[in-house]
């Protein structure tokens, strides 16, 4: 398990950008995939993006693919989600994920026995 801190959420108008940042405990943090997942108000929690640990490959959900950007920096075992254009749709508290299992899946379930943050508000107003 890694202990995964979230920061960087707030509130913002739609259209604005803003950038939430996960910074993780352990140095094997570049063995793990990261993710963002986010629970709208009232909803279940859902995908949002994915990247493997070479952060060569990237997945998103299709609803923020073209607008948010996932991003890594290893050496400063952060993971970073960029977002851009924000709808009030896209307001939610937003987690990030640490797991081994293939994130080519985490659209689809959770990703298994993966470390999870506490969760930072984003907030987007109309």
């Known amino acids: 398990q890694v202990q995964l801190v979230e920061s960087g959420g707030g509130w913002v108008q739609a259209g604005g950008s803003l950038r939430v940042s996960c910074a993780a405990s352990r140095r094997t943090f570049r063995t793990y995939h990261m993710g963002w997942f986010r629970q709208p108000p009232g909803k279940e929690r859902e995908f949002v993006a994915a990247i493997r640990w070479s952060a060569g490959t990237t997945y998103y959900a299709d609803s923020v693919k073209g607008r948010f950007t996932i991003s890594r920096d290893n050496a400063k075992n952060t993971v970073y989600l960029q977002m851009n254009s924000l709808k009030p749709e896209d307001t939610a508290v937003y987690y990030c994920?640490?797991?081994?299992?293939?994130?080519?899946?985490?659209?689809?379930?959770?990703?298994?026995?993966?470390?999870w943050g506490q969760g930072t508000q984003v907030t987007v107003s109309s």
């Open positions: 994920a640490a797991g081994y299992s293939d994130p080519v899946h985490w659209a689809a379930a959770n990703p298994s026995s993966a470390s």
